[in-house]
Every structure is written in C-alpha cells, then in structure tokens.
C-alpha cells in the first residue's frame, strides 16, 4: 500500500523521519520530566572569599583587583 508520502519522498527518509519524530515526542518528554528542582547560577553556595587565599591574597581582593581590571579594560 503505498500512501502519498512514500510517492513523493524515498522510502528510507520516511524511516528516517518517522524515527526522529518518534525520538522527539518521547525524547523531550522524559528530558523535562527529570527536572524536578531547578537550580541556576543564584542557588549557588559561595564560600567565604575573605578566609580562602591564593598565592598570600584573600580572595575578596583578589576579586576585586579583577574587577578594577574589568572596568579598566572597557
């Protein structure tokens, strides 16, 4: 039986095509039922930056000295 669809395109791409809507459909729905919690750059948990050091600098001026480089860049 042949229906209009296999008329005008080749066999294997309504294969092709069957199986990406097919992956689509239930691809997408298992993707969004997996996010239960949302978590996003504002969740996140920053430690103190004044009790960690690198190289002898505390971490807030460390940050700061990139931040003044930032706007002394622009």
């Keep these: 039986m042949r229906t209009w669809l296999t008329r005008i395109a080749c066999p294997s791409l309504v294969k092709t095509a069957s199986f990406l809507i097919f992956f689509l459909v239930f691809g997408v729905g298992a993707a969004l039922a997996q996010q ?39």
């Design 36 to 74: 239960e919690h949302v978590s996003g750059e504002a969740n996140l948990k920053l430690p103190d930056l004044s009790s960690v050091f690198f190289r002898g600098v505390d971490g807030h001026r460390l940050l700061t000295i990139g931040i003044l480089f930032c706007i002394f860049g622009l």
